[in-house]
């Protein structure tokens, strides 16, 4: 397997009011890797702390986890990007063997499919995230269990993926463009935790109702362009 050094890779932490959680996700980053947080209009002082902790802070004005997310790609350097909530429920400290098997050139896209514990997924949401799981499976042949926020590729070939979705649908698209480029996608079973704090997404019953939205916007285009 290739030994992979930690400038090498780039981790992506879009955030939106995690002071709470910051203090943690930051101690979990793996030694040698660059943590970008990306801020989307914290009112509680995450960005000064994410700086104050070691962080590359970028500021993306327009809301949604797309934006967020796509604004950390773009500020990101290294050979391999990492993404991962800054919440608390995904360990940071789990990267490297995500990022070792991307390195290794067994996959192009390994997603963290995660195993929750305790109440830390809401029913509402993991039966969301059921069904969307087994329409991309559908979609796109893929054998993926779960949409993972946690995630790993090459930086280069994600940019080359021209990804457009700036809401919610940004996670899906990446793994449905992904395989029409004919990527091997897939995924490493990872611990899911509690969030630190209130969620703004998939915690609430709307946002989980938005983010199914927008999903399936992006698997009904998926379809279209086959």
């Not at 993404?83 to 896209?109: E, K, M, N, T, Y």
């Not at 830390?120 to 042949?141: D, E, I, M, S």
């Not at 893929?142 to 090459?154: H, K, Q």
């Not at 919610?168 to 004919?182: C, D, F, N």
């Amino acid at each position: 397997m290739n030994e992979v050094r930690g400038n090498s890779v780039d981790v992506v932490l879009p955030c939106l009011d995690e002071r709470q959680a910051l203090p943690w996700v930051m101690s979990r980053i793996p030694a040698g890797y660059r943590a970008i947080v990306v801020d989307n209009g914290s009112t509680d002082g995450s960005a000064q702390l994410a700086a104050e902790l070691g962080a590359l802070v970028v500021v993306e004005p327009r809301r949604g986890f797309g934006s967020a997310a796509n604004a950390g790609l773009i500020a990101a350097t290294a050979e391999f990007v990492a993404f991962c909530d800054c919440d608390g429920s995904l360990d940071p400290a789990l990267l490297p063997v995500l990022v070792d098997q991307v390195a290794a050139g067994s996959v192009d896209l390994v997603l963290g499919s995660r195993r929750p514990r305790r109440r830390a997924w809401p029913l509402h949401a993991r039966l969301a995230n059921k069904v969307l799981a087994w329409r991309l499976r559908r979609t796109t042949g893929v054998p993926l269990t779960d949409l993972g926020p946690m995630r790993v590729a090459r930086r280069e070939a994600l940019l080359s993926l021209g990804l457009e979705d700036r809401r919610s649908g940004y996670p899906l698209e990446m793994v449905l463009k992904a395989s029409q480029a004919g990527w091997k996608i897939s995924e490493s079973p990872v611990p899911y935790s509690p969030r630190a704090g209130k969620s703004k997404v998939t915690g609430t019953l709307s946002g989980t109702v938005t983010a199914v939205r927008d999903m399936s916007a992006q698997l009904r285009a998926a379809s279209g362009r086959k």
